[in-house]
C-alpha cells in the first residue's frame, strides 16, 4: 500500500474539487428550459423530458464532499511522523474562521 503524503492528498483534493466543479456546470447547462403542459381534468401537469441534471448534481455533491474530506485530512494529517497539536490548530483565529466558513 503506497503511504500518503502531502502531494497525494493535494492531488485529491484538487481533483475531486474539480470533478465537483465540472459536474455541476454540466448539470446546470443541462437543465430543460421548460415542460410540456398537460391537463388532466381541472389540474394541469407538466411533464419535463428526461435530462441528466439530477444525476450530475448528485455526483457533483459526491465529490465536493470528497474533496472536503480530503480537505481536512490535510489539516489534521501528519507530515514524516509530526503532527500538530489539536488544540493548537484550534487557538488559530484563520484556522477556526476558515472551517466556519467553509462548512
Keep these: 500500500i503506497m503511504a500518503l503524503n502531502r502531494l497525494h492528498i493535494g492531488l485529491a483534493t484538487f481533483k475531486f474539487g474539480l470533478l465537483a466543479f465540472i ?25 419535463y423530458p428526461y435530462d441528466p441534471s439530477i444525476a450530475l448534481g448528485s455526483l457533483s455533491i459526491i465529490c465536493l464532499a470528497i474533496s472536503s474530506g480530503f480537505g481536512v485530512t ?22 477556526v474562521a476558515f472551517f466556519t466558513l467553509s462548512t
Excluded: D
Design 23 to 47: 459536474f455541476g456546470v454540466v448539470a446546470e447547462n443541462k437543465k430543460p428550459a421548460s415542460g410540456n403542459p398537460v391537463q388532466i381534468g381541472s389540474m394541469i401537469r407538466c411533464n
Design 74 to 95: 490535510s489539516v489534521f494529517f501528519s507530515y514524516k511522523g509530526k503532527s500538530i497539536p489539536t488544540h493548537a490548530l484550534w487557538r488559530s483565529t484563520a484556522l
